[in-house]
Antibody
């Protein structure tokens, strides 16, 4: 059974860099079946797809965040990470990690981790 | 980007009601659409994918329809557990986007 767990720093100060990790169990990041995504949800708002890293290490980012986002993977630990630079209060959100297969929905989600950007 | 517009934004209904939420795409997405249910403090849960395929384990009172640009999620005989927020999401092209959400509340 696939399970994902996000972890992160909690509060982040404006202009700093946010770093989150998603630890995957039940399947290998090397699996040819999955793309590994980050999705976020500001308090009381809707969902925004941030981007993904594929099993080959290819990345696709949402253009709205592309200049500030990096998604990377540590295959040996079955972890993938999100780095978001120059954060502002608008980046305050719950951050979820989720895998998907090509042309498929997000069937599995992590529980999410809350990131607050505040001085 | 492909925009998804859900209607209504909020829906008031009673247990036993049949409710329909619509999702309109700004351009054709074929059938590459999913519907999710989200409850406060929880991650979204997929109900329907590829526009009309019911996720295993999801009650059969949920159904999805549509293709191209117009889609609908219908809940037949609303149950107490169904009061939640519902999102559509396309995966036709990048960036994948979500609708703004529809809150189903107690009338």
């Amino acid at each position: 059974q696939v399970h994902l767990q996000e972890s992160g720093p909690g509060p982040v100060k404006p202009s700093q860099t946010l770093s989150l990790t998603c630890t995957v169990s039940g399947v290998s990041l090397r699996s040819h079946d999955y793309y590994w995504s980050w999705i976020r949800q500001p308090p009381g708002e809707g969902l925004e797809w941030i981007g993904y890293i594929s099993y080959r290490g290819n990345t696709i980012y949402n253009p709205s965040l592309k200049s500030r986002v990096t998604i990377s993977a540590d295959l040996s630990r079955d972890q993938f990470s999100l780095t978001l630079t120059s954060v502002t209060a608008a980046d305050t959100a719950i951050y979820f990690c989720a895998p998907s297969r090509p042309y498929d929905a997000f069937h599995i989600w992590g529980q999410g981790t809350i990131v607050t950007v505040s001085s | 980007d492909i925009q998804l517009t859900q209607s209504p934004s909020t829906l008031s209904a009673s247990v036993g009601d049949r409710v329909t939420i619509t999702c309109r795409a700004s351009q054709s997405i074929s059938s590459w659409l999913a519907w999710y249910q989200q409850k406060p403090g929880k991650a979204p849960k997929v109900l329907i994918y590829k526009a009309s395929i019911l996720k295993s384990g999801v009650p059969s009172r949920f159904s999805g329809s549509g293709s191209g640009t117009d889609f609908a999620l219908t809940i037949n005989s609303l149950q107490p557990d169904d009061f939640a927020t519902y999102y559509c999401q396309h995966y036709k092209s990048f960036p994948w986007t979500f609708g703004q959400g529809t809150g189903v509340e107690v009338k």
